[in-house]
């Protein structure tokens, strides 16, 4: 008898069986698990709407990008050089193209040659000389801009820092019929090429700067100096 009684005690404490589902309570289920999944499509759709956004302002920015070189070089050089409306458009996609090829390669001043030569053949006879001295002016410009810093920083009086430049102009060699400075390297006013300059001017006989004044040079020169491999 005992045994009987703890068995029927032992099922009357175990949990109830839940009651079946009725077709409602299915539905309801089902109705949820639908807008769990219509919740995470929309969050989904306005990750990838906000990727989509991004993607789009990057290019956009990296279309300004490219374009900005051609428009400002069309804008140093339209007038002087007297460009027509198209020429100036022609020439905006031309750098824009070029800008471009920068993006996906490294830059090579051979390929800037084979660019020199495209923007001679758009160019009329009497516009090439004509762009030929704005560059070359320009870098004649530039040349004195990065003398008169350095001669500056030397503290040198008026007369000798202008004896100076005027040295060291000599010795520098700007190509003559250049376009495109990107195509040649080595005839452009550096940093390397004015200090090489310097540095020779302060050896000529015909220098009149004291030794004072040739070791302040050398002392404001000494940061610009390339650094030994």
Known sequence: MLPSL?????FALQDPKPPPKTVEDRLKELGDRLAALEKKEKSLSDENAALEKRVAEEKAFRETIARQPGLLWVQRYAAPV???EAQSREFQELWYGWMKEENEKS???ARWKTRE?????KLTREQIPLLARQVREEQLTNARRLMAFALRSAKLSA???TALEEACLRRLSFGDGVLLVQAHPQETASWGQIVSALESSLADPS????DDERAALQKALGPWKPKPK
Do not use: I, W
């Open 6 to 10: 703890l068995l029927a005690l032992l």
């Open 107 to 109: 830059s090579d001043s």
């Open 82 to 84: 007297e460009f027509t």
């Open 207 to 210: 220098s009149t700067l004291t």
């Open 159 to 161: 007369e000798k820092s």
């Open 117 to 121: 030569e495209a923007l001679r053949s």
